[in-house]
């Protein structure tokens, strides 16, 4: 467990699912370290633009 012998300072997950804007991850983890706190950002489901009709898209996100 080399986690437990040099523990970083924070940790960010980021779901596959999402897509992560320039500039994002450096807000998350500042906001983590100074309020030393977890923290969330905003979560925003958007439909793509364009589907291909051959490639399902999860219709449950958008119910």
Do not use: W
Request: charged fraction near 15%; glycine fraction near 4%.
């Amino acid at each position: 467990m080399y986690l437990a012998t040099d523990p970083p300072d924070i940790v960010v997950l980021v779901d596959a699912a999402c897509i992560v804007h320039q500039g994002a991850i450096a807000k998350l983890a500042q906001r983590a370290n100074t309020s030393k706190r977890p923290t969330q950002a905003i979560d925003l489901l958007e439909q793509p633009p364009t589907l291909h009709p051959r490639i399902p898209f999860p219709s449950y996100r958008f119910g």
